[in-house]
């Protein structure tokens, strides 16, 4: 960084080097209690003890004004990094502050405070700031491969502030849906659905449901319903895994969609089913730029939802395969028969945070489009007289 930027850093540091290298009897004592085998189980107790409460305040290391460890445990409110260092320091795991940038921000805006630490051979960053999120993962916006090490030593000279690239996270930021649909002679389906939710839009889903009191979650898992399928309806809900930021967030969802197919015909045609992406709507509902587009949502999911079909009605023609992969992502969606009445819909896509550029952003709308079609497509069914008949009865 420039000299005088070096210079503020060097004063930074040294404000919170003594927080973190002169524990408070409350640090030390927390600490304490939370020392275990090895010192990534402590420092993993410590982060959780911290996250669950100590509420973020106003502290900033880019003033260099921060809240002290004791009086952020002392008040359940202060610098979740400033006490996250001193636990470390207190319970001698080695720990540094490490000041990141978003992947919009200027050069030298290094804003979001993170904590590294070193285990033996290998660093897990932890991002205590950004609510919910896990120990090992940090915020998808920030730039990985740029940040700044500054250690807390009580002298501490330009050379020592260093640019860092931020460690491979330790949790899985992909989500995972699963689901299960089974239809009825009428065309309605009952639907079984379990989405395991990567780190960061587990952390966003945990902020989600902290403003849902407990009686108004029936009203939240029919709205889910409805995004997943329009016209669902009987939607009851769960959710595991809430309260435990180390363990990925998980929602069950169950529902019900009447007449949703016309078997009234010989042949039906039938939608997806698996929820769409939805790139172009997001992102490209103009036809050009004058300012850079930011992506500003981590998609990164893998989806497969296994279809039932009444008796008497068969898969005719399967939605042909599609795969796109480019610098602004991958998109693939498959459709596998495993018997006559049935048929598993796969669906994959990891589109990062990014920023693009007004000169490639008819680029980038080709590939949302292309994503749009292929999940425009749909899977032809072939329907037996006699449930031909029974649907014209009805």
Not at 81 to 104: G, K
Not at 140 to 157: E, G, N, Q, Y
Not at 338 to 356: G, K, M, N
Request: glycine content about 4%; proline content about 5%.
């Amino acid at each position: 960084p420039p000299q005088e930027d070096a210079a503020q850093l060097r004063a930074i540091a040294a404000n919170a080097a003594l927080d973190a290298t002169h524990p408070g009897p409350r640090t030390q004592a927390l600490a304490e209690r939370s020392r275990r085998a090895t010192a990534e189980q402590t420092a993993r107790e410590l982060y959780r003890a911290v996250t669950s409460s100590v509420r973020g305040d106003n502290s900033s290391f880019a003033t260099g004004e921060l809240t002290s460890a004791e009086a952020s445990l002392c008040f359940g409110e202060g610098s979740r990094t400033a006490t996250l260092l001193a636990l470390a320091s207190a319970a001698n795991i080695r720990a540094e502050l490490v000041l990141a940038r978003t992947t919009t921000a200027t050069p030298n805006a290094y804003l979001h405070p993170l904590v590294l630490f070193h285990f033996g051979l290998y660093t897990v960053a932890a991002d205590p700031e950004t609510e919910g999120m896990p120990f090992g993962s940090v915020a998808p916006a920030l730039d990985r491969s740029a940040a700044l090490m500054i250690p807390l030593a009580t002298a501490i000279s330009e050379t020592e502030i260093a640019r860092v690239s931020l460690p491979q996270a330790t949790s899985e930021e992909r989500s995972v849906a699963t689901g299960r649909l089974d239809f009825d002679s009428d065309g309605s389906f009952a639907a079984d659905v379990s989405i395991t939710m990567g780190a960061y839009r587990g952390a966003q889903m945990r902020d989600i449901l902290r403003g849902i009191a407990l009686a108004d979650r029936s009203q939240f898992f029919e709205q889910l319903a409805l995004r997943l399928f329009p016209g669902a309806v009987d939607a009851t809900g769960s959710v595991r895994n809430e309260n435990d930021v180390n363990q990925p967030l998980v929602l069950l969802v169950k529902c019900l969609s009447q007449h949703f197919l016309d078997l009234s015909a010989l042949t039906v045609d039938m939608d997806q089913l698996v929820p769409a992406l939805g790139l172009r709507r997001m992102y490209t509902t103009v036809a050009q730029r004058k300012f850079p587009l930011y992506v500003d949502a981590l998609l990164f999911e893998t989806a497969s939802f296994r279809v039932r079909l009444p008796q008497g009605v068969t898969v005719a023609r399967n939605a042909p395969d599609y795969e796109v992969e480019n610098e602004f992502g991958r998109y693939a969606v498959s459709f596998r028969s495993t018997s006559a009445s049935e048929v598993e819909i796969t669906r994959e896509f990891h589109v990062p945070v990014q920023l693009i550029e007004p000169l490639r952003y008819a680029e980038f709308a080709r590939f949302a489009n292309r994503i749009d079609e292929a999940e425009r497509q749909r899977l032809t069914l072939k329907v037996t007289p006699p449930l031909t008949a029974q649907a014209s009865a009805r």
